[in-house]
């Protein structure tokens, strides 16, 4: 069982890290992190983790789809500095994109701070930070 749960966790930092579009292209990134899969086991983890592909072919994470929804419609630019991100929303909604950012307990992130059109986000290390703002990126162009 911790197997699969390590293989879930890197499937989820691959997914929410890299436009993957095809089975064997996450095969490949799993290998490169340290894990040998088939791809028949492949279909079953996408399968049970409910990860869906978007319209433009790249998978994503169930739990991170009401996320994207509201990086996609309302963030406007995100600007890294040592481990702080700051993300700029439109006017009225930085309160509601750092509650889906919280809620989508994301491995990167210590915690986040909203005011009106602002986030201030805080990542474990200036690493973690710029995987953030790459994360948040690919989610604002779907």
Same mark, same amino acid.
């Given at each position: 069982?911790k197997?699969?749960n390590?293989?879930y966790?890197?499937?989820?930092?691959?997914?929410?890290?890299?436009?993957?579009?095809?089975?064997?292209?996450?095969?490949?990134e799993?290998?490169k992190?340290?894990?040998?899969?088939?791809?028949?086991t492949?279909?079953r983890?996408i399968?049970d983790?409910?990860?869906? +592909?978007?319209?433009?072919g790249?998978y994503?994470?169930?739990?991170?789809l009401?996320?994207q929804?509201?990086?996609?419609?309302?963030?406007?630019?995100?600007t890294?500095?040592?481990n702080?991100?700051?993300? +700029?929303?439109?006017?009225?909604?930085a309160q509601g994109v750092?509650?889906?950012l919280?809620n989508a307990?994301?491995?990167?992130?210590?915690?986040s701070?909203?005011g009106?059109?602002t986030?201030?986000?805080?990542?474990?290390?200036?690493?973690?930070?710029?995987?953030?703002?790459?994360?948040?990126n +690919?989610?604002?162009?779907r």
């Amino acid at each position: 069982m911790k197997k699969r749960n390590e293989r879930y966790n890197a499937i989820r930092e691959i997914i929410r890290n890299k436009s993957i579009r095809t089975q064997k292209e996450l095969v490949e990134e799993l290998r490169k992190s340290g894990f040998v899969c088939t791809q028949a086991t492949i279909s079953r983890d996408i399968n049970d983790m409910g990860l869906r +592909k978007l319209a433009d072919g790249v998978y994503m994470l169930s739990e991170d789809l009401h996320l994207q929804r509201m990086i996609s419609d309302l963030v406007d630019k995100v600007t890294v500095t040592s481990n702080f991100v700051v993300v +700029k929303t439109t006017v009225g909604t930085a309160q509601g994109v750092a509650a889906a950012l919280d809620n989508a307990e994301l491995p990167t992130t210590l915690g986040s701070i909203a005011g009106d059109d602002t986030i201030l986000v805080i990542a474990s290390d200036d690493s973690r930070a710029k995987d953030l703002e790459s994360m948040i990126n +690919k989610l604002k162009v779907r």
